[in-house]
């Protein structure tokens, strides 16, 4: 585990030039993964980071776009030291879940243990966004130990309802919209994952810290912002 | 010049009548700007107009500046009917344009006077025209930006027949150009790209493919990738990375062996190899390639 306490240290890295404004920053680990993207943050809110339009933290890299000087970056980046990732810094965003998903049996199976179990498993874990993508909004959350990594589904499914919550290897995530999907699903909230109507439009960026609290009724959880866009033009 | 123009485009209407009826929607039009940068790590696409110089080419034509949303034609061309009075310019693919019936010149700022129809015809060289209205098409932005992203479904829908778009405030008089030249587009799409950050995925011979093989422009080409048809490259080693972030101008891999070119509807992150990576100046061109056009990708430097 990291800690508050661990000095920072240069981060064992490759950055691979990506075009002729991008680099494609590679770490060995996702805690590191994690660390850069944070100092990255960091550094570009103080403007030290010139031209930098994109940044893009994934699974095992953090993607830059746009940069003056790729070039000049890729020198400097060995050389910097990175404070370990900030932990327990902020509160959890809370998703109320409804664990009654179609796969729910099947993941109980793949982690060997009763329905009841996964409820109390996956609410039980401290998740955090890693990164974003598939579509606005959707959050790739990891903090579920190896031992209850599962994989997607043989088949997917073509439509997934808005709001399922699936599990697919090392992550967990929240479909922000209706869409064909191959994650395994094990419950629903009404939590609006995406809006644009509002600020922030999405509920999970990078580095959010998530939990997941079992509901048993349905939440009657106002729509506001998804209603609205459905009545424009 | 001003004094003429300024209380003929602006001020005494209302509202309402600030806005251009769609007539013929064509194949897919789209409202398109500059697009929505800076929030790729959200998963939200670049988006904006494929080929950014045409639709600057245009605002500028009448008056507008950069960031004022045009209309994004395929192939088809559309129609529209202005409320009021009002300067327009298409640019972009060439094709023949038409006021009320009669021919008006592409490429140069035209007065479309109130009720009458503004014929953008078919692309007869180049894929996507651009249509500027003075005061630009003033749909809700999201994120910054009114541009359509096919991708994540933001922005305005695509027009549909009889669809009504408000139109802003003209900024002021259209720039002073009578006519503009127009390059033309090559018989074959040239490509420089970079290779990397992925290039290591594939076999020597793979990177030569993609270096010197003539693919061609897949009728499967879209706002978020020009699909190729050729002969696939060689992958070094199977499998898919861990997703990761995607530029503007990639040239993924996909298993097919297949580079496609990623346009502005991109999705910001995937899991299949980058080989190289094409700047972001030569991709107006790819955008005006149509299906069937012959592409090299040429390794720069």
């Known amino acids: ?233 | 010049m001003t004094d003429r123009a300024r209380p003929r485009d602006g001020g005494d209407h209302a509202p309402a009548d600030r806005a251009l009826v769609v007539v013929r929607a064509g194949v897919l039009t789209t409202v398109q700007d500059l697009g929505r940068p800076g929030h790729a790590h959200l998963g939200v696409p670049r988006s904006g107009a494929l080929d950014e110089p045409a639709h600057r080419l245009a605002n500028r034509l009448v008056g507008n500046p950069a960031p004022a949303a045009t209309l994004e034609t395929t192939l088809t061309g559309c129609a529209v009917r202005l409320r009021t009075a009002a300067t327009a310019a298409v640019t972009g693919a060439a094709c023949p344009v038409a006021v009320d019936g009669r021919p008006a010149p592409w490429g140069a700022p035209v007065r479309v006077p109130a009720g009458a129809v503004l014929d953008v015809g078919p692309a007869t060289h180049g894929l996507r025209s651009y249509v500027a209205v003075a005061g630009g098409i003033d749909a809700e932005p999201v994120l910054g930006s009114r541009a359509t992203d096919l991708l994540s479904g933001l922005g305005p829908d695509p027009l549909a027949d009889g669809a009504v778009l408000p139109l802003g405030r003209p900024y002021g008089p259209p720039a002073a150009a009578d006519a503009v030249p127009h390059a033309g587009f090559a018989a074959e799409l040239v490509l420089p790209f970079r290779p990397g950050p992925r290039d290591d995925w594939f076999t020597a011979a793979g990177l030569r493919t993609l270096a010197t093989a003539v693919f061609r422009v897949s009728p499967a080409a879209n706002r978020i990738g020009l699909r190729t048809e050729g002969p696939p490259l060689e992958r070094a080693r199977d499998g898919e990375l861990p997703s990761e972030g995607m530029p503007l101008g990639a040239l993924q891999v996909p298993p097919n062996g297949l580079p496609v070119l990623f346009l502005h509807d991109h999705p910001t992150t995937g899991g299949y190899p980058v080989a190289g990576v094409v700047p972001e100046r030569y991709l107006a061109a790819a955008a005006q390639a149509v299906p069937g056009t012959p592409v090299r990708f040429v390794r720069m430097r």
């Not at chain 1, 209850?148 to 290897?169: D, E, I, K, Q």
């Not at chain 1, 960026?205 to 912002?225: D, N």
Request: charge should be neutral.
């Open chain 1, 1 to 233: 585990m990291t800690s508050g306490s661990e000095p920072a240290r240069p981060l064992p890295l490759r950055a691979l030039p990506v075009g002729e404004h991008g680099l494609l920053i590679e770490l060995d680990r996702a805690g590191d993964a994690e660390a850069l993207h944070a100092e990255l943050l960091r550094r570009a809110a103080d403007g030290t980071l010139p031209g930098v339009r994109e940044i893009v933290p994934a699974a095992r890299t953090v993607f830059l776009d746009g940069l003056a000087d790729p070039g000049a970056l890729a020198a400097q980046l060995p050389g910097w030291r990175v404070p370990p990732p900030a932990a327990g810094d902020r509160p959890p965003v809370e998703i109320p879940v409804r664990y009654d998903g179609p796969d729910l049996a099947d993941v109980a199976a793949l982690w060997g243990v009763t329905p009841e179990d996964v409820v109390r498993l996956h609410s039980g874990t401290a998740f955090r966004v890693a990164f974003c993508g598939f579509a606005p909004g959707f959050g790739y959350l990891t903090g579920l130990p190896v031992r209850l990594h599962v994989p997607r589904r043989a088949t997917p499914r073509t439509r997934v309802p808005v709001g399922s919550v699936g599990l697919a290897g090392p992550y967990t995530g929240v479909y922000p919209r209706s869409s064909p999907g191959g994650w395994q699903l094990i419950g629903r909230t009404d939590a609006v994952l995406w809006d644009p109507r509002r600020e922030p439009a999405a509920l999970l960026a990078p580095g959010t810290p998530v939990r997941f609290v079992p509901v048993t009724a349905p939440v009657p959880a106002p729509r506001t912002g998804r209603a609205a866009e459905e009545t424009t033009r």
